[in-house]
């Protein structure tokens, strides 16, 4: 009985982990009304077509590259190498800075060529979707701050403890990232 109990525990997924995922689950489920929402009032008429500005594919970029810079920065730590994983861990951050900057530009390149958000129902979703987006990524900053502050603050010890938090940064970021390129391809097929 006592073996079963121990490998039921080693299998068992952190509580923190878990949780994460669950919040992950809830967002694709938003993001899916969201895009869901988007078709069906398309097809429903008064729909004004416009191209995304190309500011979009470059925030792509840089949301792209924070993602590796953070996965390298998780893969530094874990390997002991304190400086690139500071490092990288602060690129990340700036990375994640410049994406929300960039995400304003494109709203103001959006308003430039006449797709306010008001003005159609088509640049509403453009600007609701990617705004939610953003609000995530900013999340996600929030994550990176605090990340930094363990980076910087407290003495450098991979521990189990402190890996599981950055683990767990890291595959937030992550999804997020994917969530962006996943709304870019959405909005690129739509259009």
Do not use: C
Request: proline fraction near 3%; hydrophobic fraction near 50%; aromatic fraction near 16%.
């Amino acid at each position: 009985m006592r073996a079963v109990t121990s490998e039921y525990s080693q299998s068992k997924i952190h509580s923190h982990k878990f949780a994460l995922w669950i919040g992950i689950a809830t967002i694709i489920m938003m993001f899916g009304a969201f895009t869901s929402a988007y078709i069906v009032r398309r097809a429903s008429g008064n729909w004004y077509e416009f191209k995304l500005p190309d500011i979009f594919f470059y925030n792509t970029l840089v949301i792209l590259a924070s993602s590796v810079t953070l996965h390298l920065a998780y893969r530094a730590f874990i390997k002991g190498m304190e400086r690139p994983y500071k490092t990288l861990l602060m690129l990340t951050f700036l990375l994640g800075i410049s994406f929300v900057v960039i995400q304003y530009q494109g709203w103001k390149a959006l308003t430039a060529m006449g797709a306010t958000f008001t003005a159609n129902p088509s640049s509403s979703f453009v600007y609701v979707i990617s705004g939610v987006h953003a609000a995530h990524v900013l999340g996600g900053i929030s994550a990176l701050i605090v990340a930094m502050v363990h980076a910087f603050y407290l003495p450098y010890k991979p521990t189990p403890r402190r890996k599981l938090r950055l683990e767990l940064v890291l595959h937030y970021w992550h999804f997020v990232d994917v969530l962006w390129v996943y709304l870019v391809v959405f909005f690129l097929i739509q259009s």
